[in-house]
Nanobody, 113 residues
């Protein structure tokens, strides 16, 4: 079955960095675009970044452009989100998603001094 497992979240000070990973299994990873979403308390889940199946096309929410980078390793069936210059408003649970409405369990990112 399709499985998505996020990791790499944690507590970081403003201006810091984190790298999230989403390890996948149960499907042909290289055939699917992948996305990262986030949901802060009281807010709707929002799209953060997406990447095409081969990795050549990437899109970002305006709020993270220039700070976050999505990437993938099709040999490792893993998608990444490098987050730099983190701000308190980046605090949220981060999820990876595959088309067909498959989601991971999420990883908490807290940006606070």
């Amino acid at each position: 079955q399709v499985q998505l497992v996020e990791s790499g979240g944690g507590l970081v000070q403003p201006g810091g960095s984190l790298r999230l990973s989403c390890a996948t299994s149960g499907f042909t990873f290289s055939s699917y675009p992948m996305s990262w979403y986030r949901q802060a308390p009281g807010n709707e889940r929002e799209l953060v970044a997406s990447i095409s199946s081969a990795g050549g096309n990437r899109r970002y929410a305006d709020s993270v452009k220039g700070r976050f980078t999505i990437s993938r390793d099709n040999a490792k069936n893993t998608v990444y989100l490098q987050m730099n210059s983190l701000k308190p408003e980046d605090t949220a649970v981060y999820y990876c998603k595959r088309p067909g409405d498959y989601w991971g369990q999420g990883t908490q990112v807290t940006v606070s001094s």
